[in-house]
């Protein structure tokens, strides 16, 4: 049974468009140094669908929709002295800090913003609106992701099939 994230990055770090500019249009979630958000991207799995979401944006949004195209593996950037995500705790045999890739689906034409979605009637429980709500990774009730889903208009070619 598939799941639902939700994902979020500063889009000065990492947008939606750096992920359409990626080779093959597929990334890894690097940087995660939250054990909640952890453990959430550790349960992922290949096929599981989330929402790509633009934090400390003017305005924030969900921009788009992303795949889970490979589970959770040992985050190489941990191990490597260089890099500002090393963790002198983490080591290969016993990793602390983990990856998943990703996959763009879809970019939002018109991003839903969090003004917007607080707006939106069933969708009052989702983890994103909730007050405090700061995790980077997050779970969507399956119902949250068919809501903000049904909300996205067909693209062009999808309305040209149906005619």
Not at 59 to 75: C, L, Q, R, S
Request: proline fraction near 9%.
């Amino acid at each position: 049974m598939s799941q639902y994230w939700l994902l979020k990055s500063e889009p000065t770090s990492f947008s939606i468009q750096d992920l359409a500019q990626s080779p093959r249009q597929i990334t890894c979630w690097e940087g995660v140094r939250n054990y909640q958000a952890r453990n959430f991207m550790k349960s992922m799995k290949v096929g599981d669908r989330g929402f790509f979401y633009h934090s400390n944006a003017d305005p924030p949004a969900i921009v788009g929709t992303v795949e889970i195209v490979k589970a959770a593996y040992p985050d190489p950037y941990a191990f490597d002295p260089k890099s500002r995500y090393f963790d002198s705790k983490s080591t290969p045999e016993a990793p602390r800090w983990f990856l998943v890739d990703i996959k763009l689906l879809k970019t939002f034409s018109n991003p839903f913003t969090l003004e917007y979605l607080r707006t939106i009637a069933g969708l009052e429980h989702m983890e994103l609106l909730r007050k405090g709500s700061r995790l980077s990774v997050q779970p969507v009730r399956p119902e949250e992701w068919k809501h903000v889903c049904a909300l996205v208009p067909p693209s062009k070619r999808a309305q040209r099939s149906k005619a």
